[in-house]
């Protein structure tokens, strides 16, 4: 056994460390139905088979490269579709994700009998043996790189297959929540236009915030249908996203989109809601805000020195969205509160981000929209504090003044947003600028002359532009292009290391050795040689 990989890492080094190596091993379990491996006999497999197709069994290769070990085949990915039901081909490699909350229960029950069992998933040629639960922090931190830990490093392996297109639910990330954002704040910025007094002359009608909230629940429906869906079809996706040091703060979305609509609703649907929509709203809140604050401040791979980024202050904002409309409810103590716990966050969150701790790279380009987050916890902060306080008072304008001064400083750097391509986090524009647009409103009411007023009119043109566009573009892509919702690689990581990925990475940081080696020597050798002719010459 020792002898046989030793040859393939000969094999490996021999061909070079960008080419794949065949992983070898046994195939004495399977995945079953639900998600556990089965035993199987190897000898009553090669039977059936070649009772089946009545013929001796053969050695094959498959596009992988199938190898074998002990006598015994590992199933290329066409053996892994068995039939369905309906007489349709079942592609089984997907089967490792599809655990609901039932099947969670039947393992617990199960575990307390007998021990944890293994699951093998292969994919991508490969065949994976792992244990049955989700990735430790520590392997999101070794599997994944890059700022947003969404790229799988080199020495990993996807146990999901990379050669065809997932299904769509599990390709539906928790970050679509982003969508319903953009668009309930649309419908809290027309109401303010609507209702301000400084905003009268332009007769803006309640109309356009009733048609734009209605668009904005059937949005936040639509969206959490579908992510419900994913949840009973895919909860082991959704319990990835969760664990995932970056995904985990976009789980806040959902219910801060349905404060929004809350604090947007037109008064012909509602003139006053009921105190228990806040508390039902805030509570998955501040249950997550236990959870992501304790890992900050505990400390760990999770320690929010390692994992802050501009998309860390969805977990802030919630707080002062909270504090908005528990205030407009008349519930002062509560609004105080997530006003105080928030601000207190916040501080530290902002002087990390602007110093980054956490990581000396910069994001990649296709992430550049969500550091438009600065602009949106202090404009949310301005318009809390006020409501809070009852006027638009000096507190309110220092943190309304500082979402204004970060708002010029990265429409200024116009470079530093274009030249990626379209994906969701574009919609990462939409929300602050609306609420940017909102604290304007809201400031001009407060100081009234021509510029605040054009500032007003600028910044709610320059919002629903955005969203506007972002939306055209976001049904382009959805629906003509299909290729908005990429197979999401952050949530297909191995919960434990092979031995395959170790080889792999020993191999290539061999392999880098050894060019730097050889660069050197090139070089030295260069200036021997240049050395050399310029004595002869002399």
């Not at 007769?203 to 059937?218: D, F, G, P, R, Y």
């Not at 008349?330 to 902002?350: C, D, N, R, S």
Request: a neutral charge; aromatic letters at 12%; one cysteine or more.
């Amino acid at each position: 056994m020792m002898e046989d990989e030793d040859f393939q890492v000969e094999i490996m080094a021999k061909k070079g460390c960008d080419e794949e190596l065949p992983m070898s091993v046994s195939t004495k379990s399977s995945v079953g139905f639900d998600g556990v491996s089965q035993q199987l006999q190897p000898d009553n497999v090669k039977g059936r088979r070649g009772e089946i197709h009545g013929e001796k069994p053969m050695p094959a290769e498959d596009s992988y490269g199938e190898q074998t070990i002990e006598g015994e085949a590992i199933d290329p990915p066409e053996r892994q579709r068995s039939m369905s039901m309906d007489g349709r081909l079942r592609d089984k490699r997907f089967d490792s994700f599809k655990k609901t909350w039932s099947d969670r229960l039947e393992r617990r029950l199960s575990s307390l009998r007998i021990a944890p069992q293994e699951l093998d998933v292969e994919a991508n040629g490969i065949r994976v043996t792992e244990t049955a639960a989700v990735p430790d922090e520590r392997r999101y931190f070794d599997v994944l790189e890059g700022p947003g830990f969404d790229t799988l490093r080199t020495s990993e392996v996807s146990v999901l297959p990379e050669d065809k297109k997932w299904p769509f639910l599990l390709r539906f990330p928790i970050n679509s929540f982003g969508m319903c954002l953009g668009v309930s704040s649309q419908a809290v910025l027309w109401k303010a236009l609507a209702t301000s007094p400084a905003m009268r002359f332009l007769h803006v009608s309640l109309t356009v915030n009733l048609v734009l909230w209605c668009i904005a629940l059937a949005l936040v429906c639509t969206v959490s249908l579908l992510y419900s869906l994913k949840i009973m079809c895919y909860f082991e996706a959704v319990r990835r996203e969760y664990y995932h040091p970056i995904r985990v703060n976009f789980f806040f979305a959902p219910w801060i989109a349905c404060l929004l609509l809350a604090i947007g609703v037109p008064s012909s649907v509602a003139v006053d809601i009921h105190t228990a929509v806040w508390y039902i709203f805030m509570a998955p809140i501040f249950l997550l805000e236990l959870k992501i604050y304790g890992q900050w401040l505990s400390g760990g791979q999770r320690r929010l020195a390692k994992v802050a980024n501009p998309s860390s202050q969805l977990s802030i904002v919630g707080n002062f969205v909270g504090a908005l409309l528990g205030a407009s409810m008349g519930l002062l103590e509560g609004a105080i509160f997530f006003f105080a716990v928030g601000l207190a966050y916040y501080t530290v969150l902002f002087i990390i981000l602007y110093l980054r701790v956490s990581t000396n790279a910069t994001l990649p380009k296709e992430l550049h929209p969500i550091y438009f987050f600065f602009v949106a916890v202090p404009s949310i902060v301005c318009l809390a504090w006020a409501k809070i306080r009852g006027e638009f008072d000096n507190v309110s304008k220092i943190f309304y003044f500082i979402a204004l001064f970060i708002y010029f400083s990265l429409a200024a750097r116009v470079n530093f947003f274009r030249g990626f391509r379209f994906s969701l986090a574009w919609w990462a524009y939409t929300f602050p600028m609306t609420a940017a647009a909102v604290a304007t409103v809201e400031y001009s009411a407060q100081i009234t002359n021509t510029f605040t007023r054009s500032l007003s009119i600028g910044f709610s043109a320059i919002s629903t532009f955005a969203v506007i566009a972002v939306l055209m573009l976001t049904i382009y892509h959805a629906f003509v292009l299909n290729d908005l919702f990429p197979n999401d690689i952050a949530i297909a990581n191995t919960k434990k290391r092979s031995k395959l990925c170790k080889k792999l990475a020993k191999l290539r940081s061999i392999g880098s050795d050894m060019r730097d080696i050889e660069t050197s020597i090139s070089g030295g050798n260069a200036r021997v040689l240049s050395s050399s002719f310029s004595s002869d010459r002399v």
